[in-house]
């Protein structure tokens, strides 16, 4: 039987995951921004929360742990590299690490570059990747730790894996994105259909996450620094592609 993924919103625009192996019982969950939403959906399930994945150390993906340790006992999963700023985990993991989850196995990404120890889980069976704030939907994480270039490199190993992908990405941002892109991209009919699509889910209170990884790749400005369209757009068809994706995430900081 497959695993049931389950996209919970919580405080403003925060998603957490929840992915459950109905062989086994095994239920992960991806980020704690607020326990009561994601408590609400285990109980109604039945489900017991058997491991915790924390992608990076800000309190809006962390601060909801302690009142899911107090009804449930998962193992707590998070980046060696920031433990020191992570709460206390199990089990500390690195690039290249693998994890189970009930008979899924995941492999850990570093994604460095919002934060530096961030991490990412490609459960390859699954066709799942959990991304939180590294790649977004039509967006990336700001860079308030890393390097463009160190973030180019990040989205690059994430760019990499198979277009059906589905990427669990942590915030409702995807609206606010696509005005963005449009600037920098304002010819690309894939987005144009995208944001239709965005539009008509927002205007129906519909998550805009997870996305697919095939579609990112094809609307995402953020994936697509090496695209000659968005090279002439920004006057940069000779530049790296670590100072176009720079030059991407300077004008969305600003935008």
Same mark, same amino acid.
């Given at each position: 039987?497959?695993?049931?993924?389950?996209?919970?919103?919580?405080?403003?625009?925060?998603?957490?995951?929840?992915?459950?192996?109905?062989?086994?019982?095994?239920?992960?969950?991806?980020?704690?921004?607020?326990?009561?939403?994601?408590?609400?959906?285990?109980?109604?399930?039945?489900?017991?929360?058997?491991?915790?994945?924390?992608?990076?150390?800000?309190?809006?993906?962390?601060?909801?742990? #302690? !009142?899911?340790? $107090?009804?449930?006992?998962? @193992?707590?999963?998070?980046?060696? /590299?920031? =433990? &020191?700023?992570? *709460?206390?985990?199990?089990?500390?993991?690195?690039?290249?690490?693998?994890?189970?989850?009930?008979?899924?196995?995941?492999?850990?990404?570093?994604?460095?570059?919002?934060?530096?120890?961030?991490?990412?889980?490609?459960?390859?069976?699954?066709?799942?990747?959990?991304?939180?704030?590294?790649?977004?939907?039509?967006?990336?994480?700001?860079?308030?730790?890393?390097?463009?270039?160190?973030?180019?490199?990040?989205?690059?190993?994430?760019?990499?894996?198979?277009?059906?992908?589905?990427?669990?990405?942590?915030?409702?941002?995807?609206?606010?994105?696509?005005?963005?892109?449009?600037?920098?991209? #304002? !010819?690309?009919? $894939?987005?144009?259909?995208? @944001?239709?699509?965005?539009?008509? /889910?927002? =205007? &129906?209170?519909? *998550?805009?996450?997870?996305?697919?990884?095939?579609?990112?790749?094809?609307?995402?400005?953020?994936?697509?620094?090496?695209?000659?369209?968005?090279?002439?757009?920004?006057?940069?068809?000779?530049?790296?592609?670590?100072?176009?994706?720079?030059?991407?995430?300077?004008?969305?900081?600003?935008?």
């Amino acid at each position: 039987m497959a695993f049931e993924l389950i996209t919970v919103p919580c405080l403003s625009d925060n998603y957490a995951f929840l992915m459950h192996d109905p062989d086994d019982g095994t239920t992960l969950l991806v980020d704690v921004p607020e326990a009561a939403p994601i408590l609400d959906v285990v109980n109604t399930k039945g489900w017991d929360i058997t491991h915790v994945l924390l992608t990076h150390h800000h309190p809006d993906h962390v601060q909801g742990l #302690p !009142d899911i340790l $107090a009804n449930h006992r998962p @193992i707590v999963i998070g980046a060696m /590299a920031d =433990a &020191n700023r992570l *709460p206390d985990l199990d089990q500390p993991v690195s690039q290249d690490d693998r994890i189970a989850i009930g008979s899924a196995i995941g492999d850990v990404y570093d994604v460095s570059g919002h934060t530096i120890g961030h991490i990412a889980v490609h459960f390859a069976e699954q066709g799942i990747v959990f991304t939180a704030d590294s790649l977004m939907a039509l967006g990336c994480g700001r860079l308030f730790e890393g390097s463009a270039e160190l973030m180019w490199n990040s989205l690059n190993k994430l760019r990499a894996l198979p277009d059906a992908t589905i990427v669990c990405s942590g915030h409702e941002y995807t609206m606010a994105n696509a005005r963005f892109a449009m600037t920098v991209d #304002p !010819d690309n009919p $894939a987005l144009l259909d995208r @944001i239709a699509r965005i539009e008509q /889910a927002r =205007a &129906n209170g519909t *998550p805009t996450v997870p996305s697919n990884l095939g579609v990112e790749k094809q609307t995402n400005p953020f994936l697509r620094p090496d695209d000659p369209a968005i090279r002439e757009h920004l006057g940069m068809l000779s530049a790296t592609d670590a100072e176009v994706f720079g030059e991407i995430r300077s004008r969305k900081d600003s935008f």
